[in-house]
C-alpha cells in the first residue's frame, strides 16, 4: 500500500467495555480496505486497577499521568503487555494482519523528559516513520503501545500526544481520537469542525477541560504539523464517520 495512513487511537477507559475491543477490531477491518491503519492504543483504567492492587496510588497533573519509576513498570506491563495483545488478538480474529510493538521496539519513539513534576513522562522529539511505514506497505497493522526510549531509558508517554506524532510524522491522512463521547461537546451540542483558534478559546474559557485538554492539544498539534485532519469521535463515529474535526 501506498496510500497514507489513518492514526487511530484508542483511549483505556474504553477498551475494557464489553464489545469495544471487538467492535474496534471490526471498524479497523473495514477501514483497512480503503487505507492502511496504524491502531495506537492507552491503558489508563487497566494501569490504575494494576496500581491499585499493588498499593500504589495514581497520580495525575493537567490530565496526565505523573508516573515514577513503580509506576513506569506498571504501566510498561499494562501497556506493552496485556492491552496490546488483546488489541492484536481480535484483529487477527477479525482479518487484519497486526503486529504489536512499543515505542521502544526499533527506537520508533525518542522522547526527553516532560517535565520534573511529571517523572518518567516524555515528550516525543523523534518517530522513525520509516519503520511504521514499510509495515503498512506490507499490509500490515502496527499496534502501536506509547512506551518509549529516552536517553536515560524507558519512559511513559501520553498515547494521544504519540498518536498526534505519528500522524504528523508519517503526514497521515488523518488521525481520529476515539473516546467515551462522540466528539467535543459545546454548548451541550458535539461541534462538527474547530478551528485551531477556537478550541484554543475553548480550552481558555473552560469550556475544554481534564482528560479531553490532551486528545485536543494532540488534534491541534497533528494538523499544525501537515496532517490534513484530526478528528475526536467515539467507536461508532470511527464507522460513521463523524465526530468534531479539526482543521488549520
Known amino acids: 500500500m501506498s496510500l497514507s495512513p489513518i492514526v487511530i487511537k484508542v483511549g483505556g477507559n474504553d477498551l475494557d467495555q464489553p464489545g469495544f475491543i471487538d467492535g474496534l477490531a471490526q471498524a479497523v477491518a473495514a477501514l483497512q ?3 492502511p491503519c496504524i491502531v495506537v492504543h492507552g491503558g489508563g483504567r487497566a494501569i490504575n486497577q494494576l496500581q491499585e492492587r499493588l498499593g500504589l496510588q495514581p ?4 490530565g496526565q499521568r505523573v508516573t515514577d519509576n513503580a509506576a513506569l513498570e506498571v504501566a510498561e506491563m499494562v501497556l506493552s503487555g496485556n492491552v496490546n495483545k488483546q488489541i492484536v488478538a481480535a484483529l487477527l480474529a477479525a482479518g487484519v494482519d497486526a503486529l504489536g510493538l512499543s515505542g521502544v ?3 520508533l519513539l525518542h522522547v526527553e523528559p516532560w517535565s520534573p513534576e511529571m517523572g518518567r513522562v516524555g515528550r516525543i522529539i523523534a518517530v522513525r516513520a520509516d519503520v511504521l511505514a514499510n509495515l503498512c506497505e506490507q499490509g500490515i497493522t502496527p499496534v502501536v ?3 518509549s526510549l529516552g536517553a536515560d531509558g524507558h519512559y511513559n508517554v501520553n498515547a494521544d500526544h504519540a498518536a498526534g506524532s505519528i500522524a504528523a510524522a508519517l503526514r497521515a491522512a488523518y488521525a481520529t481520537f476515539v473516546t467515551n ?3 467535543v461537546q459545546v454548548d451541550g451540542q458535539v461541534a462538527p469542525a474547530l478551528t485551531v483558534t ?3 478559546a475553548l480550552i481558555e ?4 477541560t481534564g482528560g479531553m485538554i490532551p486528545k485536543v492539544n494532540a488534534a491541534l498539534a497533528a494538523i499544525t504539523s501537515g496532517v490534513q485532519k484530526a478528528v475526536i469521535t467515539n467507536l461508532p463515529g ?3 464517520g463523524t465526530g468534531t474535526v479539526f482543521v488549520a
Do not use: C, F, K, T
Open 198 to 200: 477556537e478550541a484554543h
Open 205 to 208: 474559557r473552560g469550556v475544554i
Open 105 to 107: 521496539d526499533r527506537g
Open 145 to 147: 503501545s506509547p512506551i
Open 33 to 35: 480496505q480503503q487505507m
Open 238 to 240: 470511527l464507522s460513521a
Open 181 to 183: 463521547v462522540p466528539g
Open 59 to 62: 497520580q495525575y497533573h493537567n
